[in-house]
Each structure stands twice: as structure tokens, then as C-alpha cells.
């Protein structure tokens, strides 16, 4: 029972502090601040400008080596009704671009992605990185 009115008073006290922040915030100093405004506007545009990328510059690569890595993954359905693989997608082409990386996609084939997965398992011959549905298609789980 003392347990409940102190959760209560306590959630009531939070409740009452919210409120006045509230309160609090939205009053003015009654002060002109236009100018003051304008020149905070001012020098967040230019802190935006001088941190902004410039159009045409590069990034570097994340390693300077290339890596090859493989990844094993079940091809969504909308992207295969435009694309063969992700390596055509544009986004990924980037990305390996950017990361330096070269990523060999290996794709069953679609409504036989259960099976597929568990032949690899039973090989052994695995892939650097696999994107599976653990929970529902894998009895046991990830573990």
C-alpha cells in the first residue's frame, strides 16, 4: 500500500516538474531579439556551409587494401522483379565503392531459400557474412 502513493507522489511531482518546464520555456523576456536571432541564423548557416562536403570531393576508402568478402542472402522479391542480383543495385555499387570492399553476392533462388541455407550449413563451405531469417527459418534459433 506505501509502495503505491509513493509511486503516486512520485509520478505526480515528475508530472508537475514537466509541466512547468513547459511553462517555462514557452514565456518571453519581453526583450527584442531580432537581431539576435538573425545572427544566430547567420552562423549556423555558415557552420552548415563550412561542414557540408563539397560536391566533387572523393572519400576515402575505409581500407586501402581491396577486400573481397562473400555474402550469402535470400534475394527480396521486389528487387528481383528488376535486378539479378544486389551487385546491380546502385546503393551497393556505391557503398562498395566507398568501402573499398568487393562483395560477391550469392543468392538462392526464390521459395528455395530454406533448403539452400541448409545445404550450405551441411557443407560447411560457408560465406564471410550470412543474412538469414534465424527465428522462423532455422530450428534452434542462432544458436
Known sequence: MKGKSSKSILCLVLAMILIVGMLTGCTGSGKDTSNATSSQTEAASKAEESQAPAENSTAEP????????????????KVANSCTSYEDLLC????????????????PPIGEEAEQFNLMVASTKLPDMIFYDWINGYSGGPE
Open 62 to 77: 575505409v581500407v586501402t587494401e581491396p577486400v573481397k568478402l562473400t555474402f550469402w542472402t535470400a534475394m527480396d522479391s
Open 92 to 107: 551497393m555499387q556505391k557503398l562498395e565503392e566507398i568501402l573499398n570492399v568487393d562483395v560477391e553476392w550469392q543468392h
